[in-house]
């Protein structure tokens, strides 16, 4: 049981998928509690309008955002589209709100302003805010700053590409990787397009954004320009997670031993980090908090394997890690036991 009171929280924009997942992972929450989730969409409506399989356990009622009063929350979980973000975090700032703010969109997670327009088509409006974020990648980042309360949660495909390629890119002086990451349909949110159309996706695999997709600043931001990733995003025919393959050759002197102790010393104390005996696969990653890695050596070439649910830790649940990590709470509040990844 919490020595104290939980803490109150709110979710703005909680109508999408990422937040319906913030919703349920904070119904089992015991050092925190929801009291408000803002949609512009659905206000007045019980949250299980928009996630019926959240009927029984929650009673709140979607807010409108002019309602929702910041005061009543210590810390906004906020899961707005990109570009939408700007706006309503700059809006909390200029209303004195000193609570922690963790984002779930791109808004926030680039350093340089001048990779808004190339990426996002926009001009960031508020470039003085980035160095005030946090990117929250824990495993990679955390402890973070004493007092830090703004955090800019990564994107998935950006989560599982860095975790599978930060312990090589903290060892090695250069390194080229080629990368292939397939997603399923949720990744693109909840207004349907034809992308994500049934019959668009159904027993098909399609590549988009080739070498060009909009995570690829993110990872380079973390991993250092040292690190050339090259990075073929796919979409695949399931609802939700994330398996990828990155491939590179190591330098003649890297032994597979080198390669197994960086992995075991990077995510050590990482408790949503686990390493398989080999590639991992998707299935047991999905519906979980962790990020699954493995990996196979053949000679030089080396294969590392990554699998994560993009709502989870490439989204909700790692928001959650931020939030905890913000609030002083243990990571792992909220977070364990996992539910089943099997089909039901
Ligand atoms: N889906 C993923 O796998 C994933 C992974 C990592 C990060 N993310 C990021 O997390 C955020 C939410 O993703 P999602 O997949 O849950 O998206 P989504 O299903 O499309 O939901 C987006 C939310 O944004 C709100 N919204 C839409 N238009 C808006 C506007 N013009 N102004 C303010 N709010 C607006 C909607 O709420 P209203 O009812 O208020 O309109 C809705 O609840 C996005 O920034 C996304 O990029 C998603």
Redesign the pocket.
Known sequence: MPASDPIPVALL???????GEVIRLLAGHLDVTLTAV?????AGQPVWAAHPHLRGLTDLAFIA?DDFDPASARAILL????G??IT?VTDLLNRGYDGAIID???DFRFRDPGLYPTWFGLEHPAPDLLDAFQYGLPEVFAPYAPGQRLIA?P??FATGITLALWPLARHLEALDVSVTALTGA??????PKATTHFPTRDGNVRAYKILAHQHLPEIQQTLGTHARVHFVPVSGPWTRGIWGTAQLTLPPAVSEDDVARWYEDAYADAPFVRLWPSLPELRYAAGTPFCDLGWTLNDRHLVVGFALD??LK??ASQAIQNLNRVLGLPEPSGLLPTPSPLPA
Do not use: K
């Open positions: 924009h909680g109508a999408g998928y990422a937040g803002t949609s512009r969409s659905l955002p899961a707005a589209e990109h939408q973000a309503v779930l969109s791109a949660n994107g998935c949720s990744g693109s949110g909840t207004r993009n709502l490439g989204a």
